[in-house]
Nanobody
Framework: VQLQASGGGLVQAGDSLRLSCAASGRTISSYAIGWFRQAPGRERDFVTVISSTDGTTYYADSVKGRFTIFRDNAKNTVYLQVSSLKPEDTVVYYC???????????????????WGQGTLVTVSS
């Protein structure tokens, strides 16, 4: 499966954005889809994941209540709705796909088999 992340841009603190992770080559509903983010010089951090089976979602504590992940299988796309953006949310966001959802690794980079190219979100104060 190939993943294409998009939707990033320059926004002001408090604004909202919808990031998209579009799949090609395979049906996205067959994969657990995660979002990670990475600041320059830092590790890639887990943001959220949605399972392939029952749509169970998990979020990092830092984004709970502000970010929402959801699927649109008809569009073969997973979205990340980000709200109440803060300047510290200024990073590159990546989506990734895992063939199998493991509770032990869904929050880790090594838990995913395929990665998109990333989309930059810049939040001005």
């Amino acid at each position: 499966v190939q993943l294409q992340a998009s939707g990033g841009g320059l926004v002001q603190a408090g604004d909202s954005l919808r990031l998209s992770c579009a799949a090609s080559g395979r049906t996205i509903s067959s994969y657990a889809i995660g979002w990670f983010r990475q600041a320059p010089g830092r590790e890639r951090d887990f943001v959220t994941v949605i399972s392939s089976t029952d749509g169970t979602t998990y979020y990092a504590d830092s984004v709970k209540g502000r970010f929402t992940i959801f699927r649109d299988n008809a569009k073969n796309t997973v979205y990340l709705q980000v709200s109440s953006l803060k300047p510290e949310d200024t990073v590159v966001y990546y989506c990734a796909a895992s063939r199998v959802f493991y509770y032990s690794t869904y929050h880790q980079v090594r838990g995913y088999d395929y990665w998109g190219q990333g989309t930059l979100v810049t939040v001005s104060s």
